[in-house]
């Protein structure tokens, strides 16, 4: 399944003189503020986010899932699939696989489809929270972590075997999410369970290729109900210092407790170069997994407005990898991400329209009123139109979300896979 | 301190261009898609919300209070501060007072110079949470639930008086805060402290004029910190069916545990035409009574919204009262309320723009993505243009915070009240 | 399975001497302080808490599931597993059957296997959560709330299905959690959604037989992320309304916000004769399902010391149905449950040694310090022999857990049923 | 105010019998499983919790503050209070200063005065948190923290000086609470801020004296509701490393957001070295600020046997300062305090008697039933008679409380203070 172009074009044309009208107006009034809009519109036009393989078919909770309609079976389609969205967006130029879901049998073959959609091969994600049918060791009590050195051992050597999988492909970075931890109290001893993570990231990290990058996740809670090894960014953050350079903290939206001012993580994590991905999604009560964008765009705009401020003051940081790490339990899975997609746009357009010379300003003269009209005027702003000129400017869809329906994608996945299909992930 | 008329025309002719132009824009735009502009702008412009006289001069903390400049030392002062808000933005046309801290000693020169403002009398807020100097007995262990008779009777008695005295202004409504509860297991017993207090909110339902409404607030905590008596909307609108017709839950917004979902709270109490009155504010953590908007917009929007259907279905709940209730720490009091004036229109502006035929319809269809699409659609509009047009129409301040700032309205109080005036209040 | 009455005896007779020695001990520190001992202890035997055919195998998260060996294949390896757990403890003379997942083939057989366990049939649960294979109708986007008449029709159906299999095996009350709810904003119409599930709610209520009881639960969130219908008791207690007088709220701990004080809303309920049913486990995040008392045991006394009182003072409100839900996603069910068992004997007789009387008083002189001792003097009191002697008397084992290990059950489960077995469930 | 020795043995005499026979009890069944009792009771004899000199009046909220009679009206008066609370618990040996609230006058009869209630001086507590009547700058938007160079001066000056006072009295180390940060989004610079605070910090470490630590404290809001400089300890211990080696992280149990795991940053703080000081409280909801061990028991336990294990396992860590850090906004003061102390001995002793080796046996073998077992067993034992020998050891009371109000000391107190007496402080 591949998207012509033409079609896409075509639907663009029916719509293109109301987005010449809102651009026109929107650009003016920009233009008049100081904005420029034409480097607003390339930035926009150059984010790219890589979408997870694992999130193409529906996810589902502990209490059931609900299957959805042509997922894709096999890690060509789900190329495919992530190639309909770039196509449509013209931002998700990149796929980040998960093993041992997503091991290609044939590498040559996979990355002329990927290239073919213009899909870029981003961090590859291990997984040691469940046992696979080859593995002789259980996860059940902790990977990284586990007290037992056997089981250290053969979940290090997964990683290991990660990295060579994605060095096949061209990845540049291997993500670890260490779901290891406890769900009541004494089960694990805090230090040894510590120390051994340490140890075992250490050895991983030393397999890494020179012009790899490491990404450390954290998360508070879930799998386990008690404690997580790696609970906040302070611990990825040491863990990530006690690995060396190329080691550095992976950011999840959801992973965080009630409350946690996200923002303020980004800009500490930056200033001291260590953010390294992030992982975008919305949640309203824990690692919901939901639309990014769907709950608290607010929040959103916060955390983009820190890290347009990191990219742009912080060179000691590297260039973050961006990824979608969201679970579509009721919606179609590929309208989900387009949903999410113009969500991420939407907050970095508002934030590359913060005016930080006159919010620096009004931070030194303690001006907390104007500081926020600063912030409030840039994300009242509808910048839909520049997310428009940015897609159309790269060949995508002015409406990624009417076309995708329009062109009836769904419906020609289905008839090519069937209704049947399930899509491996969780 | 009265702003004249002029001044505001003045500081309006400067923008007026570049307001008809974004309206034009914005008018043209929505009367495309079947919105009726006309109409929205009427209601922006009829929507009226009552500042609390305590909130007009600095708030604080328990660890301290920072003073502002020029703030009102007298009711008639707190009835101007509220004057120049109205003036500035037309939607503050009313105003709610606090006993004892303002209680009038010339009535008709009080309702006189409310008049002058255009201001009315909305509900009056008893005080049971402190001592006072003329009392003899102490709320430090409750007031309408103390065990001790006398002192309930006490505080029954405040709340008639309070009655007494918002009967002579104009006022229709008490409002019942209630700080009562427990910060320690076993200070005090549920069940009786739940009768006492039902008993008590009768005895002062039973005082109510026959055109008076008495609201009922919950607070999950604080100032208690174990427990408090009405601790939730289900336990608030069970006590206003255990007194009757007249009887109402208010919402106050940040009165609820982490990630309540208050929009269906909203709807559940509007269903049961139950909801009686609305207090604004925002947070981030718990009680915070930051500025309306400045932390969650989004999920403000989703309150309107619901607020909006309400309105259009629910005959059998009262138009409902609604009040800022914030706390100004670090900000001028009066700039604070521009802002979270301007956010409360914003998030009803964008619920009006709501295209319910069509949600509806989404709804029927179980089309999840569609549906947001629509809340999207009219949250991302920038409704701005809207709210300019109905302050224009009403003889307000396309800008109010500008405008307050250019004509230095500040600079005008110190000079008249002195730099260290003090507020009654908190 | 069975265990053998004699064995038991053998493993009590090692620690007899042990178990009187501390008995004794405090038996008389209580009986000094006015505690009626044997009463204590013959409230404590007379104590039962039904086991959820559900919870007998390995639970998971979304995670994925790790298996445990000797799970219960069939109803009635479920029905050995809670007449083992029963032998043990003699606190677990009941099972909750989970309808489609425990259909009983032959009812005379099923019932008189529980018989010779001493196991009686507790509250029937329905399941429209799931989608069936024999059902027609998705419940993906609701089920008695649901939009599509169809659909509440099927589960109404299903409930009152639910209804006739329980009555055939002796159950009175049947219990609907209700996972109805959006995961985005605007995706049902809170108002529509809680008025059909009230009217399905009353269609299930009217096939009631007249001795049975209808238990509503309600969650805050989980499955889904946005809302759920019945999302708090304040919903669930005015849906109980009305539905009629055999209708109950039914209170999991699991299932609240952060922080929410939830022996002040047992009170409240059974103050108004409406907490029907309860669903002990224990969390630190949100509905982890964790062994009961294994995070906040205090709250757990605290919980019960409502309950207690309630029992006492409330005869307005029925005898509460008590049942274990929790999920054993890393221990073995049988000793996962054998462990909640003891915390749930253990928070209970501690609620028996307050001194109501005394904290009624220092409650009257507003003594917050000597109402917090009275409370801790109960809970700092070592209340385990207490249990032994409840167990002993019944039959049990002084220590079940010990017991277990001692007797080999699970080995012999394994035997019996393979290491790879496994339960219907969640 | 001095309470009499003689006074105290009198009280102690009239319940010595019930003492001894239940430590007798306990003693020998501890003995029988393998714990040096005598060791346990030495190590509670030697635990000192430092008493905060503005902890002895009454607290109070935003919402106002009810006044305590006979509150300490001089800094003597204040260590006449702890004074009187170390004679009856024998577990208050230090008192921790605020200033600018308790500068000395007379330096030698201050270290007389304490030296006679055997009271030494613990860390010194510096204020930047609020104005005071000497300073020409203001703190309203941040001290160490400031934008305003001045400012921040004026800040590190004033903690020199604290410094200096504390060096008089015999301190050795300085806790700095800082509870800068911002009400509103873009209010602050995040990085700028944490730049700022980690040069004055730097600045102010430098004037340490030689024998001297710095303790940083963290908290995530209040009296800031969007942002803390200092917001959680991955940043405090990020501060304390750049700052030097006598720069240590300092955990108050209320500073943290919902569901924290305060255990776990407990160990890892030990682990690396870095856990400086403790300040005790306990809260339901946020910094609540409660007595000790009166809302969550059973996590204190867990946070001792955190401590414990560090305190053994970890000499890299320096021995941690303990203060007792609460509000007392109902509760006479010193009882509160009382009560706070009795419940850190408790936790302290539980945490003795967790059986360490088995516990590590257990994590080995992955049995995570028996490692719940043995946390639960120390818990579950009354430790109380063991509290009671260390305090009859060191000369205290055998019931602290009790005592107090039998020997009459809040009527001396208000006999000689005055019922009108304010402390300085909160």
Not at 73 to 99: F, M, N, Y
Not at 351 to 366: I, R, T
Not at 383 to 405: D, E, S
């Amino acid at each position: 399944m591949k998207i012509d172009k033409q079609h896409i074009e075509e639907r663009n044309q029916q719509s293109l003189d109301d987005h010449l009208e809102s651009f026109d107006y929107i650009a003016n009034r920009l233009t008049k503020n100081g904005i420029e809009v034409e480097n607003v519109v390339q930035k926009l036009a150059d984010f790219q986010v890589a979408i997870p393989s694992w999130a193409l078919g529906a996810g589902g909770t502990r209490f059931g899932r609900f299957g959805f309609q042509g997922e894709p079976g096999t890690l060509e389609q789900k190329i495919d699939d992530v190639g309909a969205i770039h196509a449509l967006t013209q931002t998700a130029g990149a796929i980040s696989l998960h093993i041992p879901w997503d091991v290609p049998k044939d590498y040559t073959a996979i990355k002329e489809l990927a290239q073919s959609h213009q899909i870029s091969f981003d961090a590859v994600n291990s997984n040691t929270f469940q046992d696979q049918k080859n593995t002789t060791k259980s996860y059940k009590f902790g990977s990284l972590s586990n007290i037992d050195e056997a089981i250290r051992e053969q979940a290090v050597e997964h990683n290991n075997e990660v990295i060579k999988i994605g060095n096949k492909l061209g990845s540049k970075s291997l993500t670890v999410w260490l779901a290891d931890g406890a769900s009541f109290p004494g089960q694990t001893n805090f230090q040894s369970a510590l120390k051994q993570t340490q140890k075992s990231l250490q050895e991983i990290y030393a397999s890494l290729p020179e012009d790899w990058k490491l990404f450390i996740e954290y998360k508070p809670y879930e799998p386990n109900f008690y404690s997580t090894v790696i609970q906040d960014w302070g611990t990825s953050f040491m863990l990530a210092n006690e690995c060396g350079e190329k080691a550095y903290t992976l950011v999840d939206l959801g992973h965080h407790l009630p409350n946690t001012n996200i923002e303020q993580i980004v800009s500490t994590l930056m200033m001291k170069g260590k953010l390294g991905g992030f992982h975008f999604n919305d949640s309203k009560y824990g690692d919901d997994d939901l639309t990014v964008g769907s709950v608290k765009p607010y929040a959103l705009f916060l955390i983009f407005n820190a890290l347009v401020y990191g990219m742009e003051n912080n060179p000691q940081n590297p260039y973050p990898a961006w990824m979608i790490d969201a679970s579509h339990n009721i919606k179609d899975p590929l309208e989900d991400i387009i949903q999410s997609l113009e969500a991420i746009q939407e907050a970095y357009a508002k934030a590359l329209l913060v005016d930080q010379k006159a919010l620096n300003e009004a931070q030194q003269n303690h001006d907390v009123v104007k500081c926020q009209e600063i912030l409030q005027d840039a994300h009242r702003t509808d910048v839909r139109p520049l997310l428009q000129k940015a897609r159309l400017q790269n060949g995508g869809a002015l409406h990624p979300l009417k076309t995708y329906r329009s062109l009836g994608i769904r419906k020609q996945l289905v008839a090519e896979r069937g209704a049947n299909s399930v899509a491996t992930g969780l």
